[in-house]
């Protein structure tokens, strides 16, 4: 019986429910419970353990009934002690222009990106580009503060950018009554001195922060793959581009994933004295 497990998945299975009303999670408590693991559960941000990317993801973690309950708060002591940098008190090599600035000429797949169709590329461009580029990488290599940098360096762009008149009907619906559909943030185009969203497997520009902030393109494969903090010699085989993408916006960032196994070994050395 092995001594424990981990699962993880989306932000979205949190809401997700049984015939009966339980939620997916708490039925995956309930039935690992009952196979004799002691069970609980997180919603992990992605950006509080070192990744330059503000994505969610819940973990589960179970572990046989005489180790007890993981502590979560194990990871936050695993930051801490290897200096990791994260949201809340080291952000700037999270920031998308820290990420963006030094990635080395040899770097693989550094120039291979998955183009637009027609309809999206026109999006981007009208759209537009964020206040701040090339010149503000050089200064994120110079770890200059960001307002130093730019008084614009953390406005990222999104479809509320866009001249009215270049809106399709379904974005004038939304702008015209922003209350009754919520005000989505579709298209969303990050800045230097923000940190990325969620790359996820699709890689669409409307509903993730694909796209490059001042070139009119979808991040290249060596970027969202540093996005999701692999190093820059992992080469990733691909058929076709899109499983390229498909493939790293998959993944758990293996920061994360690192950070997360120090805990368990932490976790199990405590119950090992």
């Known amino acids: 019986k092995p001594i424990g497990f981990m699962f993880e998945n989306v932000r979205g299975i949190m809401s997700s429910k049984m015939p009966d009303g339980t939620t997916v999670p ?6 690992m419970e009952l196979l004799g693991y002691n069970t609980n559960y997180k919603l992990i941000k992605a950006s509080n353990y070192g990744v330059p990317s503000n994505r969610y993801r819940l973990f ?17 002591k695993v930051v801490k002690e ?6 809340k008190n080291n952000p700037y090599d999270l920031y998308l222009g820290s990420v963006l600035c030094d990635i080395p000429e040899n770097a693989p797949q550094k120039n291979d990106y998955w183009k637009y169709s027609p309809a999206g590329q026109k999006m981007v461009e009208s759209i537009g580009i964020c206040e701040d580029g090339k010149e503000a990488l050089t200064k994120f290599r110079k770890k200059e503060p960001l307002l130093k940098i730019s008084q614009t360096i953390t406005k990222g ?15 004038k619906r939304i702008w015209d009554d922003p209350k009754k559909y919520r005000s989505p943030n579709f298209y969303r185009r990050f800045a230097l001195g923000e940190i990325n969203g969620t790359i996820t497997a699709s890689a ?23 996005i999701q903090s692999f190093p820059d010699d992992f080469k990733f085989p691909y058929t076709t581009i899109a499983n390229a993408y498909k493939v790293i916006g998959n993944a758990v960032p293996p920061v994360l994933a690192w950070v997360f196994a120090k805990s368990v070994e932490k976790f199990l050395e405590q119950k090992n004295k």
């Not at 479809?159 to 008149?165: D, E, L, T, V």
Request: contains cysteine; proline residues 7%.
């Open 26 to 31: 708490d039925e995956i408590v309930k039935r």
């Open 204 to 226: 669409q520009p409307e509903n993730c922060g694909i796209t490059h902030p001042f070139e009119h393109r979808r991040f290249t494969i060596r970027e969202i793959a540093r």
């Open 157 to 171: 762009h999104s479809w509320k950018n866009m001249p009215y008149k270049d809106m399709t009907p379904r974005f």
């Open 82 to 87: 290897y200096k990791i940098p994260n949201v």
């Open 60 to 76: 589960i973690v179970g572990f046989r009934k005489e180790l007890g309950y993981f502590d979560f708060n194990l990871m936050d």
